[in-house]
């Protein structure tokens, strides 16, 4: 109801909006002037509000910085957060002083050049020298930009070597949550299979893959030790997610159908972290994304990060998929319906309708 009224009091405030231009136009025609011609009171007037302008719009964007920049995130918690930062700082520091100039230039010529009917303007068809330069300038800054970034991007999206010894975690997408799970000791994911979800078992594990026997899987939040490479695994279930660490300066799409990779060093434990940020309640926190649906929002994640023997502890506390002398507990499957989990013809198909 509340809408309608609104909607209504615009459209009628419009109307008497019309309304009023018309009988000003018509009182200006009995004037015997013409309303559409701009006089040179008008022009003037106009000129005179371009710095005005120029001045509030400055002061608006020095007023947002300083009372949102508290929003902004604190230090990288991840070593290669702080090339990504700085990455952002070099932009910054590129862009500002351009944007700052062109913008006083822009309103100071509107102003100094407001029309004035004594005034010829002068004719300039074409200059190679300006056009070179405002070609091979930006090319330049650019190119140099786009480099920096696809290197740090390389870095990130490389695999974990063995003699990294990275920690080995599958972030699971779906609609509406996340699961980790850990390799293990033999550092390798079982088979996973989207025909195998049943159940308690929604990662569809294959729990004919011996070499999932060991994996944990955790819900809820998820450990890293500080200063040991994490690799990540990213898949999606269902819809196409993005795994979020913003504290870690990490985002990575999760595409079902397929895999994807990211990996950090985590630098500064959570502890530390409530310190530097001068609150207790502080958490890292793993998000997606990608509005993925309905309860997007609800899809979220603590991350602990502490020292080695911390997670070493809480990892032993996590009970693995399978005991190695298990019988398997879920679904048996035959053979020739096990598909590769990192693609299978169901997940192509919803990959291929993404598309
Ligand atoms: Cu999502």
Not at 109 to 117: E, M, R
Not at 121 to 141: D, G, M, Q, Y
Not at 273 to 292: A, P, V
Not at 317 to 344: H, I
């Amino acid at each position: 109801m509340l809408d309608l009224l609104i909607i209504v009091s615009v459209v009628l405030g419009i109307i008497a909006l019309a309304q009023l231009i018309k009988v000003l136009d018509l009182a200006s025609q009995a004037r015997g002037e013409n309303s559409w011609e701009n006089t040179d009171k008008d022009n003037k007037a106009q000129a005179r509000l371009m710095p005005v302008f120029l001045v509030v719009y400055f002061a608006s964007i020095i007023y947002q910085m300083v009372a949102w920049g508290k929003y902004l995130l604190p230090v990288s918690a991840s070593a290669h957060g702080e090339t990504i930062d700085n990455l952002m700082i070099t932009s910054w520091i590129v862009i500002f002083p351009v944007f700052i100039l062109t913008h006083i230039l822009l309103f100071y010529f509107a102003w100094k050049y407001s029309y004035d009917k004594n005034r010829k303007a002068e004719f300039f068809p074409h200059s190679n020298k300006l056009e070179l330069l405002w070609t091979i300038v930006p090319t330049v800054v650019l190119s140099i930009l786009i480099l920096y970034g696809l290197n740090t991007w390389n870095n990130i999206t490389t695999p974990a070597s063995e003699e990294d010894d990275a920690v080995l975690i599958e972030l699971y997408a779906y609609q509406f949550g996340w699961i980790a799970r850990y390799a293990g000791e033999d550092r390798e994911f079982g088979d996973a299979n989207v025909r195998l979800i049943e159940g308690v078992n929604a990662l569809g594990m294959d729990s004919t893959d011996s070499r999932g026997w060991d994996d944990k899987i955790v819900r809820a939040e998820f450990h890293l030790p500080v200063n040991r490479p994490v690799q990540f695994i990213f898949r999606a279930q269902d819809v196409i997610h993005s795994a979020y660490m913003p504290h870690f300066r990490a985002q990575m799409n999760c595409v079902p159908g397929m895999t994807t990779r990211f990996g950090y060093t985590p630098t500064i434990t959570t502890s530390e972290m409530k310190g530097i940020t001068q609150n207790d309640e502080f958490n890292y926190i793993l998000l997606c994304n990608k509005i993925c649906g309905a309860a997007h929002y609800n899809m979220q994640m603590d991350i602990i990060v502490e020292s080695e023997a911390e997670y070493e502890t809480w990892l032993a506390e996590q009970k693995v998929f399978l005991p190695m002398d298990g019988t398997p507990k879920v679904k048996e499957v035959a053979p020739e319906e096990v598909v590769d989990s990192t693609f299978t013809e169901a997940e192509e198909m919803t990959t291929a309708s993404i598309n």
